[in-house]
Structure formats: C-alpha cells, structure tokens
C-alpha cells in the first residue's frame, strides 16, 4: 500500500508569500492524480512538499501512513522525473538507470537485470551505452522515467515531465506513460499547466489556484460538473456570463445578465435573487443561420443572435466566436460536417437550459 | 569557371564581401599575436643560443652551451626542481581551501550575498602583489598580531618572525592566487543544475554521496583549469619570494631576473626562461588533454 497523505499543507516562505494553504489531499494505491493549474499556483511547490525538497509550514505529510514531514528526499523512496529530465550527463544510460539502484546498495546482477528490465519497460534497450545527450527529446524523457521506477519506490512524482516536449511528441508520451504507470502499477502524482494532458491522463485532477485546490475530481466531474468559474474557465473553454437569479419555475431558472437573459436547469443550489456565474461550454450550442432560427428564448433553451467575429478552422472543427447584440462574445465550437459559415455573417447561438450550469 | 574573366559581382560571396575579406579579418589577430608573442618568443629562442660576453653584452653564435650549463648545473636544476614544488604545494592549498570557499559562495540562494562574496575575493585582486607581499610581512613580524596570536595560543613559545621563510612564502602565494582558483571553480560549479541533485537525492543518494557521484565530477573541468592557472601562475612568481622568503626559497624567475640584472648574462636568463616555458607548456598541455580527453568521451 503506497498511499500519499496531506493534511491542511500551508507552505509560507521567508517574507509572507504564502504559497500553498492549507491544502488536503488523499492519493490511493496505484491512483494517478494530477495536479493542474496556471503558474505560480502552488502545484510545484506541493510536488516538492511530498518529495521532501520544501518542509511545509503548517500540515502533515504522509507516505505509507508515515509522517515524512521532516525527513529528507533520499529517505523517503519516491521516484522523482523533473522539467528538463535532469539526467546525469557524465554517465551512461546503463549508469542513470543504475543510480538508484546502486545507492541502494543491492549486487550487480540484481543491478543488471533491472537495468535491463527498465529499458525493455520504456523500449529503449539500444540505447544502454549512450551518454544522455546522444538522445532526442523523448527518448531522454523515457530514460529519466525509467532511471525513477527502477528502485521500485513508493510513489511516483511527475514534475511537469513533458513541457519541453513539442506537441507530437508529448501525445505519443502522454499514452506512454500512463502505459508504465498502468502496469507498474505505482502510486503517481503529476504536476502541469496543461489542462488536456491532466484529463487525458489521470484517475484524478486537482485543480490549483492562488495556493488552494479548487476542485478535486475525476477528469469527467471537473470537465462537465465545475464547482466554480475558474474551474470551468481553467479546464477546457468556456462561456461565462454573469448576472442575478429573477425566478425559478418548474426547475428551470431565469438569470438576468444585464441585457441578456438565459435560462437554466441547473437549480440545486441557487436560490432567486442569488448572484451566481452562468456557464456553458461551446460545444454545447447550435447555430444556424438567423434567418432559419425558430423564435426567441423558450422555457427549455436560451438563444443568442449576433454576428461571427472571428472564424478559426480546427481540422475537424471550426470554432467560431460570435459577437452578441447586447456586446457579449460567445464561443462555440462547430463539426466541420455541419456547419460552415463565414465572418460577418448573423447566426443564431441555440444553448438548451440542462447544458447550462449555475455556479455561486 | 575563368577566374580571370569572373566580374566583380560574381567574386562578391553571400554576405556581401569581397572573397578576400576574410584574410584582412583574420590579419588583425594573426598580426597581434605574431607581433607580441610570436617574433618575441623566436627572440628569445635565438638570444639563448648566444654567447655571453663579460660586462653585459653578448654576440651571435649558435651554441648550446647554455643549455648544457642549465642541465647540468644541480643548482638551477635544484631551483627549478624546488619552483615546481611551491607552485605545486600552493596549487593544492589554494584548491583545498578555494572549493568549499567557491561551493560555499555558489550554492547561497540569495545573489545579493553572492555578488557580496564574489566581490570582496575579487577586490583582492586591486592591489598588486607586491602591496599584498609586504602586507604579510608586517602581520607576519615579530612584533604584530599573527606571531601574538600563535604565543598566546600557544602555537609559539614566544613571538618570533614568521617572515622571511618558506611558511611566509606558501601563505603569500595561496592568498595571492586564490581568487583565480574560487573564480574558476565558482563558475563551473553555478553550472551544475539544481535539478542534477535533486535528481540524486530523490534516488536515494545523501548530500555527500551526491556530491560525489554529481557535483564532483561534474565540477572536474573547472578543478583541473583552476589548478592549471594557479600553478601556471606561481611558476612564475617573482616578487613574493624576495619579500617573504629566504634567498634558498628563491624560484626560478628571480634567478632569471638575477641573470639578468645582476650579472648581466642575457643568452642565459633567455635559456632558463625558455626552459621554464617549456615545462609551463607540457602543464597546459596535459591540462587540455585531461578536459579534451573527457569531452571526446562524452561525444
């Protein structure tokens, strides 16, 4: 069992900036968590509280149900990859991989099987006599991963592993690594600020900002349910609008927004006269031209008429954003298939009340 | 493809200049260096294949009997023998005492304190070595602080000079040349990365082991070019051992210099010095094959 524990983790440093407050956080055995936000949001200086490279001001640290607080990174068994993989340059791929293993003070054949082993789990056994930077990109990335897991430690921690990767490559890894992950099955915990790779990645996101967790939840959750406008706004592209609550009839809202009103099934937790953020993802609404539009706003949908500002072809998709007649700008995103319209035209937006979430 | 016949937009290359331009470029440095260093060193060379004349003077010859005099004179072999000794012992002082200093200064998060330290080590070097010579020569005499101090320890039994003598010379020469060594060593060890440790530590490794399996190695070339200046430059001390040693700790350049001043034998000053040149440049030499032999293994 590889649990990792952070109870109310507040790191403030030498002159007040305080970095991380009071954060909590359980990680499973063998669960993938990733912690995302913009930076400067406190996920690295987090990764580094569990790593043991920052002494948290406040809280409780825990690996294994051990409090690790105070006791130093090279006790703690963790596999670490960093930013610019940070392989040793003056060794060998053979002696990187090794490294862990050897501090460990276990015999060489145990050494050269595992060795091995690990170059065969990120498919690089060519590369054993390599200096590191007779490597690409990725295969650097593999190696540093590979070096990390060979000590078998408790946990796995991901420092923004694959922002300097371009964005082919950074697919190709993505896959790769929640392969490894999968099948060594190590408890993992990764940093980025980019909100794709925590979604197609994790068991669990964590989105950070300011010091604080915003959200806790799996990739689905964050994505469709966000529990506050950053969120929404952080993970994926969103439309937000805000304004007050004029009436709930028939679990269907009414929010004025200025000179705008939409409608919204989203009334567990609002009440009227709430102020509260209207969301809605682009993806979520139809356009057609105005002239085909059906009437204005119904009981069961909310629509926008405006012009197309700007058109951005996607391949598959074309997102448009359309400039509203009371100055509001919408962004929707259409299938190529079904759409295709040019800047200036006047649309018509079509956004059903259940897509249409009500955040406090 | 008539060259004779090429116009001149033809013979103008990619950038613009004339095919030519790169000899006017490359002149300037080839004519410095021929003019300060090479054609003096020829000099050099040829003055100590002269024969010496008494009274100061020497005429044109092609002997070697200079060389055989140096060679097979115990004391100049002696001296040359005892120079390498002390720029040998003050090279290893200076690294003893200039790592931990530049490890120390290199690894303090805060770059205020940094540049503090850096500039202090450096402001050491606005003064000449002489001032700093006579310096230690007071704070080592009899009557001053450091002798005092030593009695009242009880290092001494009672406050006697510390200077003229080879512990003078040792202590002027390592404070005169250790910036040279913690600068150099301070910039190769900024370049190991932080994350080059971290690494190490999250594998497992404790700060000395990581020292050794990271900073060490990765800091060689910066050991090896440190020592390379500090022993190349007290080779060639001068003035430190007639300020603060005894005439037996007297290095080669001050026999040079007597060669020359005192007893007015140029062709043998040249030769001594031409010697002492040579071994400076198997020293560079095997210096640049250590840093070069790593780096080709590393390609």
Known sequence: ?????????????????????????????????????????????????????????????????????????????????????ALFPHKTVEENIAYGLKVRGYERDHIDDRVDEMLELVELPETKDRMPDQLSGGQQQRIALARAVAPEPDVLLLDEPLASLDKKLRETMQVELRRIQRKLDITTILVTHNQKEALTMSDRIVVMNDGHFEQVGSPETVYSDPETPFVADFVGTA?????????????????????????????????????????????????????????????????????????????????????????????????????????????????????CLLLN | MSTEKSTLSERITENGFLPQAKYLIVSYPALALGLFFVIPLIILVVVSTFQNIEGGFFEPAFTLENYVRFFGSDLFQGRMIYTLQIAGVTTILSLAIGYPLAYYIATLKSELWRRVYLSV???????????????????????????????????????????????????????????????????????????????????????????????????????????????????????????????????????????????????????????????????????????????????
């Open chain 1, 1 to 85: 069992m590889s649990r990792v524990v952070l109870e109310g983790i507040t790191k403030r440093y030498p002159g007040g900036v305080e970095a991380v407050s009071d954060v909590s956080l359980v990680v499973d055995d063998g669960e993938f968590v990733t912690l995302v936000g913009p930076s400067g949001c406190g996920k690295t200086t987090t990764l580094r509280t569990i790593a043991g490279f920052e002494q948290p001001t406040d809280g409780f640290v825990g690996i294994n149900e051990n409090r690790v607080n105070t006791v130093p990174p090279d006790k703690r068994d963790i596999g670490m990859v960093f930013q610019d993989f």
């Open chain 1, 239 to 355: 439309n937000i609008l805000t304004g007050a609550i004029s009436a709930i009839d028939d679990d269907i809202a009414t929010v004025d927004c200025g000179h705008t009103t939409v409608r919204s099934g989203d009334t567990d937790n609002v009440e009227v006269g709430d102020s509260v953020s209207v969301v809605f993802r682009p993806e979520h609404l139809s356009m057609t031209d105005q002239q085909t539009a059906t009437d204005g706003s119904g009981q069961q949908a909310t629509t926008f008429d405006g012009t197309i500002s700007v058109r951005r072809y996607t391949g598959d998709q074309i997102e448009y954003h359309v400039r509203t007649k009371t100055d509001e700008t919408i962004v929707t995103v259409q299938r190529v298939a079904e759409t295709s319209m040019n800047e200036g035209s006047s649309v018509s937006l079509r956004l059903s009340a259940d897509n």
């Open chain 2, 121 to 299: 080590i450096v402001s050491s070097l606005f003064l000449t070595f002489i001032i700093r010579g006579f310096a230690w020569q007071v704070l080592l005499s009899s009557e001053s602080i450091i002798p005092t101090l030593a009695t009242a320890v009880g290092i001494l039994d009672e406050p006697v000079a510390l200077v003229p003598s080879y512990l003078a010379l040792v202590v002027g020469m390592v404070y005169v040349f250790l910036p040279f060594m913690v600068l150099t060593l301070y910039t190769s060890i900024r370049d190991v990365d932080d994350s080059l440790k971290e690494a190490s530590r999250s594998l497992g490794a404790r700060p000395l082991r990581t020292f050794r399996e990271v900073t060490l190695p990765l800091t060689k070339n910066g050991i090896i070019s440190g020592s390379m200046l500090v022993f190349v430059l007290s080779l060639g001390v001068y003035v430190l051992p007639r300020i603060l040693g005894n005439p037996s700790d007297w290095t080669l350049a001050v026999l040079i210099g007597n060669q020359v001043g005192v007893e007015g034998n140029i062709p043998y000053g040249a030769t001594i010095s031409i010697v002492l040149l040579m071994v400076v440049g198997v020293i560079l030499g095997t210096g640049w094959y250590l840093i070069g032999g790593q780096r080709r293994a590393s390609i």
